[in-house]
């Protein structure tokens, strides 16, 4: 039976405001496939972040079938028996219908890392019209018996709105790899769209 763990943070504002959350959601295929899929479901964030921050680090065995994520004009679905990043993120919509056109930095799709930075010059991202509005990431396939690592960040002009934190699979495995230098990147990206929406046409 398909088993979906899903991992969700609540963030509650001041003088007890609503609380509005985000969700981050695993789920994975049946052994010994050893494939999960990675969404993230902007709740009441959608519209208010432009960047997207996602990394999956095995510390455990190893990813593997790493791919691009598109063979022959035809982009993967979530739970195929590989290691990619959706390339929807990047896709022309006028190419592939459903494409976000982000623009996408820092990507990673090694045995032991599937991670990259996503954000959207000039603009704001939602997930509301993605089914379920959870917008599939990537998927990794582990070997046999690996463990990794996981977080996602949702990002706005530089302020985190939402962090999952880093979770690993085997749920309850204490192990805690090293933040990746992918960071690095993701700072880049954020002073990027800084930069774009502070700057004035020249007259």
Avoid: C
Avoid at 31 to 55: A, E, H, K, L, M
Avoid at 141 to 149: A, E, L, R
Avoid at 175 to 200: N, Y
Wanted: aromatic share 12%; proline share 7%; hydrophobic share 40%.
């Amino acid at each position: 039976m398909k088993q979906t763990a899903l991992l969700a943070a609540f963030i509650a504002t001041a003088f007890f405001r609503p609380v509005v959350a985000a969700e981050f959601v695993v789920k994975p295929n049946i052994s010994p496939n050893n494939v999960y899929s990675f969404y993230v479901d902007g709740g009441n964030f959608n519209g208010s972040f432009d960047t997207i921050f996602f990394q999956a680090k095995s510390y455990r065995g190893s990813f593997i079938n790493t791919f691009s994520g598109a063979t022959w004009d035809v982009v993967r679905p979530p739970g195929d028996p590989f290691t990619y990043p959706n390339r929807m993120l990047t896709a022309d919509p006028l190419d592939w219908p459903g494409g976000l056109a982000l623009t996408q930095v820092g990507l990673t799709n090694t045995s032991q890392e599937l991670s990259f930075t996503a954000g959207k010059l000039g603009g704001t991202i939602t997930t509301a019209a993605e089914p379920g509005g959870d917008l599939f990431l990537g998927n990794v396939m582990t070997s046999s018996g690996g463990g990794f690592s996981f977080q996602v960040q949702l990002i706005s002009a530089g302020n985190i709105l939402y962090d999952s934190g880093i979770n690993t699979i085997p749920l309850t495995d204490p192990t805690f790899p090293e933040p990746s230098g992918l960071v690095i990147a993701a700072v880049g990206m954020v002073g990027l769209l800084s930069s774009r929406r502070l700057r004035r046409p020249q007259g």
